[in-house]
């Protein structure tokens, strides 16, 4: 049995029904291999600047999150013209993402409970107008390659690029970019340790699980 599905009774049932109508709901927009788990928050003015890939996990209830998550998944694009690309076997557990240019997020990348991901300020830097103009306010592209995990509660700020099979440690605020085979953590994140570069399959495996040990470890 999947062990999302661990608790039982009528709550079960309701949720099972309210999965399989949202999956229903999103199939044409989202592909069918597309898991919804809770009601998502998805406000997408125009759905062929969306690709979603194979696999993708969308869970916007702490019922089917272990650590829990603060609110649903949100997708919001903040235009007709921006862009989400979303590769295979991603996860998103609570995150949101918002976008007004560009957000790319690779394959078998993973989204601890409630990240968030954005390529713009939403508003301008300067105090004179930056309550009611919705001028010159930065927005840069977002890029988040194959294999990157990503902690819980950590914040992707605009023109970020992070680097295939890199570990953000969680609670981090990324500004800046991350080269691949690293692990970054902080408020702002910054550099914390190599990762070793192998084989893939079991023994990558290995080694990544033993970085993000390692990450924790060193937090607590």
Not at 51 to 62: A, F, P, T
Not at 88 to 94: K, T, Y
Not at 172 to 182: F, G, L, M, Q
Request: aromatic share 8%; with cysteine; proline share 5%.
């Amino acid at each position: 049995m999947n062990p999302l599905f661990r608790f039982s009774g009528l709550r079960k049932v309701t949720y099972l029904l309210q999965n399989a109508v949202f999956n229903w709901l999103y199939a044409g927009r989202l592909g069918t291999s597309i898991k919804i788990f809770g009601i998502p928050l998805l406000q997408v003015p125009n759905w062929k600047n969306v690709r979603v890939g194979q696999g993708v996990w969308l869970i916007s209830d702490s019922y089917f999150s272990e650590p829990g998550i603060s609110h649903p998944v949100l997708i919001r694009l903040l235009n007709d013209s921006a862009r989400l690309s979303i590769g295979d076997n991603v996860g998103i557990s609570g995150g949101g993402i918002c976008v007004q240019t560009e957000v790319i997020i690779g394959n078998d990348v993973m989204l601890g409970a409630n990240t968030f991901i954005t390529d713009t300020d939403f508003h301008p830097l300067l105090a004179e107008n930056r309550r009611f103009s919705d001028a010159n306010i930065r927005t840069r592209p977002v890029l988040i390659e194959d294999n990157v995990f990503i902690g819980m509660n950590s914040l992707i700020l605009k023109g970020v690029h992070i680097g295939r099979n890199s570990v953000i440690g969680a609670g981090s605020v990324v500004s800046h970019d991350v080269p691949a085979n690293e692990i970054w953590a902080g408020n702002p994140a910054r550099f914390v340790k190599r990762l070793p570069v192998g084989p893939s399959g079991p023994e990558a495996d290995t080694a990544a699980v033993a970085a993000q040990v390692a990450v924790l470890s060193s937090a607590s």
